[in-house]
């Protein structure tokens, strides 16, 4: 297993237009996690997968980002009309169990909204 | 709320000399501390954790030790090496959350 990958690594966009990010976690990990970093920042989270099911939502996450994970396994987030406020480096990450469990973190989406 | 201060950075030091980076948190209950390190180019890891009230963490010659009294999880190594230059992050969780919460950051830099 390679670890948690995302795709692309680099997005650059204009304003008001729509970007899809991916992740593939670790094979038969359960848990996903999205976290929002900006420069200077410490990651800030978004979201999180528990299989399929999107169990919590930061109030980070406006209406103009939506995150899917349909089987359980990749899951995308999606931002809609992006706006500059946006960029920023979109990291996902994957654990396995119940309770705490160690995430293990992808090299991250950096988005750049111009 | 739950939130993480981490010292501001960045840090630069000779190699051999010993590091501390300073973590103060906020937290309703007894959360579990971390710090993870984001080597350049790599995506963030798991450097060491405490669990609970005067554990100590320690991995790659790093130790921190939670401290309940002064709400802290200083960071410290007796001697850096260069291979230890990366951002350091201090970062918690409350007990039966997975959600972490983050400190900004402190980036170290370490000069042969």
């Known amino acids: 297993d390679t670890g948690v990958s995302q795709d692309p690594r680099h997005k650059i966009t204009k304003r008001g237009q729509n970007v899809t990010f991916r992740c593939d976690p670790i094979?038969?990990?359960?848990?996903l996690y999205w976290y929002r970093q900006t420069l200077g920042q410490g990651p800030e989270f978004l979201t999180y997968?528990?299989?399929?099911?999107?169990?919590?939502k930061s109030r980070l996450l406006s209406d103009r980002f939506s995150a899917e994970r349909p089987k359980g396994s990749f899951s995308t987030l999606e931002i809609q009309r992006t706006e500059q406020g946006d960029s920023a480096m979109y990291l996902c990450?994957?654990?396995f169990g119940q309770g705490w469990t160690e995430a293990f973190f992808g090299q991250g989406t950096r988005l750049t909204v111009v | 709320g739950n939130s993480v201060t981490q010292m501001e950075g960045p840090v630069t030091l000779s190699e051999e000399a010993f590091l501390t980076i300073n973590c103060t948190y906020t937290?309703?209950?007894?959360?579990?501390l971390f710090w993870y390190v984001q080597y350049p180019g790599e995506g963030l890891q798991l450097l060491l954790k405490?669990?609970?009230?005067?554990d100590k963490g320690s991995n790659k010659g790093f130790e921190a030790t939670y401290r309940k009294e002064t709400t802290s999880f200083h960071l410290e190594k007796g001697s850096v090496q260069v291979s230890d230059s990366a951002v350091y992050f201090c970062?918690?969780?409350?007990?039966?959350?997975?959600?972490?919460?983050f400190g900004t950051g402190t980036r170290l830099t370490i000069i042969p």
């Open positions: 937290a309703t209950g007894y959360p579990s």
């Open positions: 094979s038969e990990h359960n848990r």
């Open positions: 990450a994957s654990s």
């Open positions: 970062a918690l969780t409350p007990f039966g959350n997975e959600k972490l919460t």
């Open positions: 405490a669990t609970k009230a005067d």
């Open positions: 997968f528990q299989n399929e099911a999107q169990l919590e």
